[in-house]
């Protein structure tokens, strides 16, 4: 299937490129080195819409639809994945599951200021004990009066120390699992939100991911997300989402790292010649060319069936899937064609390298990825549910 881009997602695909080359790519090395959050990046990003793609204009947003949102978040991670990343969770999950679920007030109060990039939006679902079964999770929101007292740790918080505004989800009945669940929208001022331990990464380091604690944390009831007991659809249906954002940030990783390698192949003398002369390496690229390309597809693809309004948790988990697998497959080939030199912090393919390894595991791992396409293949999910 080929794509023709429109007018509009082609000048936001400049637009995005230019932005990134300039201003991300020759800040990235350091940032990735000092682990420094970009946010002077992050304001320049707000002034050009890239923080409410997705948002209605009539909240502040870009408004444009999920394959521009794609594009661009892919032109973005080409040039820093950390940015990618922080671009992502903001726009798909914290903007997404405001503007998909929240009344009129919390839109107005908390999607017009996310949409403008005033502030950061992240969102918890994850939890010390509940990453891939995040019904299992352990948070509780507890109703008193007008407010909503939370209790739990929320673990590999993408923005946990520098986000102000996140999506969190707990349980209002423990009793139940998924069914128990509910949505809120916290900020990080509200009594009893309390900043936890920040990770020592490998990867994507100008990016925080920090455990939060609630503490008796006191959220007023009409921050509630969606219906009492709805707040995993609301997560799910975000991480729909969600998942093009990771894709399109795999897919900009693996464009950059066989960027790098044909650049280096094509400086680098052996035995003569340039080692992109060698028929063993020109397949190697080959590979990784055709690698990128299929990725390329199918994230088009799932953006363009999200923007058709389908049911698309399929193509989603497909390109989530083969994407993350793919950059790292791709940036692993890539610093091989570098040999010694790839090995060293010289040179960008080892902070790429090191930056895929999150792809596959975030926002669902390689094996829950699989579960759901099998799942909504075979369709017989309810059917072995009933059978116990
Ligand atoms: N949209 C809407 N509803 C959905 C849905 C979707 N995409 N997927 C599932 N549901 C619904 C189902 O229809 C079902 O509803 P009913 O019971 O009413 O029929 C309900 O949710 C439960 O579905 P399952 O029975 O399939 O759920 P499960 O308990 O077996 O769990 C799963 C499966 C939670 C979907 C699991 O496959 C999954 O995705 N795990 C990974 C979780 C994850 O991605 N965590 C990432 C954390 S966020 C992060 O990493 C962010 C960051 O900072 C970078």
Redesign the pocket.
Known sequence: MGFSLTKEQLIIQKTAREFARKELLPKAQQRDQKGEYPLDSLKKMAELGFLGMLVPKKYGGMEVDTVSYALALTEIAYACASTA?IMS?HNSLACGCILNHGTEEQKQKYLVPLAKGEYIG??A??EPGA?????SMATTAKREGDYYILNGTKK???GGATSYLFIVLAKTNPEH??KGISAFIITRDMEGFVTGRKEEKMGLRASDTTEIIFDNCKVPAENLLGKEGEG??VA??G??AGRIGIAAQSLGVGMAALDLAVEYSKQRVSSGKPICEHQGLRWMIADMALDVEAARLLVLNAAAKKDRNERC?KEVSMAKLYASEMANRVTASALQIHGGYGYTKKFPIERLYRDARAFTI???TSQ?QK??IANEVIGD?KKR?NNG
Request: net charge neutral.
């Open positions: 990343v969770v992240s969102f679902l994850s990453g891939s079964d995040p019904a590999w918080i993408t699992r998924h995993f659809y799910m249906a991480l729909d948790s975030y926002e669902g829950i579960n759901i999910k549910k």
